[in-house]
């Protein structure tokens, strides 16, 4: 069976840190993967997918960044962080079919100070 | 922009009732419809797909989809205080002018079930 894992699971940091989120997903290969962010009163927004290795799309401009350097891991990064990057950040997996229903990781609930 | 519309709630109903849940969303192109169910400070997990106009059951839950109408709906049969969380509905459908399929989500509706 699939399973989807994220670290840390909690995170503290002072404004203009950096940030490095990790996820990693097992039992599948070729996953689409998703990073979202969920913040208090405004529902899930996805931040990035990507399709494949090294294949990294954007949907929201912002001071963050993804990268995927093996094909079932996911990184979300960002080099200077700001108050409203505070969130719970979510990675989902979903197999590349028409339907792609998304299945999401435990989170990282991160504040940021 | 794509839009999903869920009523906020809070929903409040008593143990045993049926709990109804509704979504409308913009993009007469979309073609798949999920819900979701987030307790608090947990991350969402996913309890009904459908895909095609009419009724699907699963145990207590069923999902209703009218795409003329582009309305989606959750029942909750028997509701249990287990069930008490927020719902997420989420609609699927291919990025204007691309290949990527994209899931939108409604904000969700807080559902309580009293004991």
């Known amino acids: 069976s699939q399973t989807i894992h994220q670290w840390p699971a909690t995170l503290v940091q002072p404004v203009g840190s950096p940030l490095s989120l990790e996820c990693t997903v097992e039992?599948?290969?070729?996953?689409?993967l998703y990073w979202y962010r969920q913040a208090a009163g405004r529902g899930l927004q996805l931040l990035f997918y990507?399709?494949?290795?090294?294949?990294i799309s954007s949907e929201v401009p912002q001071n963050l960044s993804a990268s995927r350097p093996q094909d079932r891991q996911f990184i979300l990064s960002s080099k200077k962080l700001l108050l409203s990057d505070s969130g719970f950040y979510l990675c989902?997996?979903?197999?590349?079919?028409?339907?792609?229903?998304?299945?999401f990781g435990p989170g990282t609930r991160l504040t940021v100070l | 922009q794509k839009e999903v519309e869920q009523n906020s709630g809070p929903l409040s109903v008593p143990e045993g009732a049926i709990a109804s849940l509704n979504c409308t969303y913009s993009?007469?192109?979309?073609?798949?419809f999920f819900w979701y169910r987030q307790y608090s400070g947990k991350s969402p997990e996913l309890i009904m797909s459908?895909?095609?106009?009419g009724d699907k059951e699963d145990g207590r839950f069923t999902a209703q989809l009218n795409k003329a109408s582009q309305y989606v709906s959750l029942l909750i049969r028997d509701s249990q205080p287990s069930d008490s969380a927020t719902y997420l509905c989420?609609?699927?459908?291919?990025?204007?002018?691309?290949?990527?399929?994209?899931?939108?989500f409604g904000k969700g509706t807080l559902l309580t079930v009293n004991p």
């Open positions: 459908i895909y095609s106009n």
């Open positions: 039992g599948t290969s070729n996953p689409n």
């Open positions: 990507s399709v494949g290795i090294g294949q």
């Open positions: 989902a997996w979903s197999v590349g079919t028409e339907y792609n229903e998304q299945f």
């Open positions: 993009d007469r192109g979309s073609q798949s």
């Open positions: 989420a609609v699927g459908g291919y990025l204007s002018g691309g290949s990527n399929y994209k899931l939108t």
